[in-house]
């Protein structure tokens, strides 16, 4: 079946620090990923996306490559900022559904 | 613009009490609709999906269910509610034609069942 597996949290960082979260998916095919970023108290937005093998997606200094051959996807930034502090959600389209990881809490300390 | 509104925003019910939470959708017609649900410390669960008025997909059994009634609107209910029942729910939509987009995620609704 289709599963997203997330690195456990939380992570804490200092601002400024290199932020590595690792996504890796079982899948039939070759879905769509997605990254979501959960502020505190609010819905899911999404971060960024990539839709086939090699795509890179980036916004707001996030960036994340579509990995086939490891079927990754993990979530990179070069230097995080407090404002980053949230929860962030691997998923993958199957479908008319997108399934996602268990999330990955990142607190960023000043 | 499409937007996307749940209501209410907080909600505090006694155990066996009923529920509805309300999802609507502006600026798109004939939308994928989804509830999910998140538990405290834990991971997005997906309660049903509908792809069209009056069809609704259940991901899970339990003691929830949904409807649609009109084209834009989603309605998550319970007849009874169980502790278990307590958490943060979100609706979402997406296009109905396009199979790699994302889902577009409203604020939220947080219910606590004492």
Redesign the interface.
């Known amino acids: 079946g289709n599963s997203v597996t997330q690195m456990e949290g939380p992570v804490t960082l200092s601002e400024e620090a290199f932020l590595t979260i690792n996504c890796t998916y079982t899948a039939t095919g070759y879905p769509s990923l997605f990254w979501y970023v959960q502020y505190p108290g609010e819905g899911l937005q999404l971060l960024l996306k990539a839709t086939k093998a090699d795509d890179k997606g980036s916004n707001k200094g996030f960036e994340a490559t579509y990995r086939k051959e490891t079927t990754s996807f993990h979530l990179e930034k070069g230097s995080v900022q407090v404002s980053d502090s949230a929860v962030y959600f691997c998923a993958l389209r199957a479908g008319n559904k997108l399934v996602f990881g268990a999330g990955t809490i990142l607190r960023v300390k000043s | 613009s499409q937007t996307i509104h749940?209501w209410p925003a907080t909600l505090v019910q006694p155990v066996g009490s009923p529920l509805s939470l309300e999802c609507t959708v502006e600026g798109t017609s004939n939308p994928?609709l989804?509830w999910?649900r998140q538990a405290a410390g834990?991971?997005?669960q997906?309660l049903f999906?509908s792809?069209g008025i009056g069809q609704i997909s259940s991901e899970v059994p339990q003691n929830l269910s949904a409807s649609r009634p009109q084209d834009r609107q989603f309605i998550l209910s319970s007849k009874k509610l169980l502790l278990s029942d307590s958490g943060f729910y979100?609706c979402?939509w997406?296009a109905r034609q396009v199979?790699?987009?994302?889902?577009?995620?409203?604020?939220?609704s947080r219910l606590t069942v004492l």
């Open positions: 749940q994928n989804y999910y834990r991971g997005l997906l999906y792809v979100l979402a997406s199979n790699t987009g994302e889902l577009f995620f409203g604020e939220g």
